[in-house]
């Protein structure tokens, strides 16, 4: 049997849920590789940011410095590269679709950038980030119709996509978490109630609705909580007025960026997830609470909906209305809430990447005969 090649670019991929994205993805294709005589490259803003084994790494260190490196690679570089490569597969993991030379082609989208109208007051915190949510539209859709499909993780945004790029490929793929992995101690305080928000902050993450929302509790009611936050405050502008106006409070944890071990150590340890945020294309916090069986207070959108899928312990509130979530915390520290009740009828074209690669090397006719024929 000849051996195949995919290559997985992700060379802007350094935190956030796409992080943990991409690592399940490497993770999940060794082991799918495994008897099957496939050769897998990765390029990657730094190799330190994985450990899967058996794979090829390659480092693209200035992809994150400018967004003209960016371009360069996807748009220039990488034609030059693929043709070295001649690869079965590319499958870009990074929202953009590469100028490159492959048999099969796919992009993997996750931001949600484009689909968000800023307010004026985000406008203030955000100028650069509101321009840049205009331009990625058109960035996604260069080159979009040259994949074999373009991989969106919910309905609503295939909708989207087939309304704003006329493609009728654009493939509905549920991520699968791996959670079960070493959890980090987490030491908290048995006194208190803790709620946790892990999220990097952007505007559209709302985290002045948690804040808002726990200061209108009465003083003792306050006393008895503990908010963590996974931000320090030096982020971004956003984040610099959010740990200004907030972090005079007791009640808020600015603990900082913390590593998918420190994150599952605090879903372990918390006793409900807080969930504002107006704007995902997943919402993987979400999935992830749900492995550990513990509650969730969630914006009452679409995207969370069809994320949560069918769960009894879930609370929905307007993002936007901060009195109502108030409402419902204290319902919670009282023992009085009652949970809603959820139902999702949607079904996705694949759920976890083991079925998305069948889906690529089926695709691929020149595996799939090399396989029958073997």
Known sequence: ????????????????????????????????????????????????LFS?????????????????????????????????????????MHDLSPNVVSKNKYVYY?????????????????????????????????????????????HWIKNQFEQWFSIKNCKVAYPETQVNIDKSKVELNPKKVHFFYPSFPRMFKNFECICDAILKLPIETQNK??????????????????????????????????????VAGYYEAMNA???????????????ETKEFNKPIFVSDLPYAKETVGNYNKVSFFNPSN???????????????????????????DFVGWNSIFDYIFEEDKSFQHIIHDS
């Open 1 to 48: 049997m000849s051996q195949k090649k995919i290559v997985i670019s992700g060379i802007n991929v350094v935190d956030s849920g796409i992080l943990s994205i991409m690592t399940d993805c490497l993770n999940q294709l060794e082991k799918y590789s495994t008897n099957k005589n496939i050769k897998i490259i990765a390029l990657v803003n730094s190799q330190k």
């Open 52 to 92: 899967t084994p058996n794979i090829e790494y390659i480092e693209f260190p200035k992809s994150k410095k400018n967004w003209l490196f960016r371009l360069y690679y996807e748009y220039f570089h990488f034609k030059k590269l693929s043709k070295e490569f001649k690869a079965d597969v590319w499958f870009s």
């Open 110 to 154: 996750h931001n949600p950038s484009p689909f968000y109208k800023l307010s004026n007051r985000e406008w203030f915190f955000g100028f650069k980030i509101g321009l840049f949510s205009k331009f990625y539209k058109y960035l996604t859709q260069i080159n979009i119709h040259s994949n074999d499909a373009v991989f969106v993780q919910q």
């Open 225 to 262: 909580i503990e908010v963590h936050f996974t931000i320090s405050g030096n982020e971004n502008k956003y984040a610099k007025s959010i740990y200004k106006t907030y972090s005079k409070y007791e009640c808020f944890k600015f603990v900082g960026k913390l590593n998918r071990n420190e």
């Open 273 to 287: 997830l807080l969930f504002p945020s107006k704007l995902e294309t997943w919402g993987l916090p979400l999935t």
């Open 322 to 348: 901060s009195d109502e979530l108030a409402e419902k915390l204290k319902l919670f520290i009282t023992n009085k809430l009652e949970f809603d009740e959820t139902k999702n009828s949607k079904k996705p």
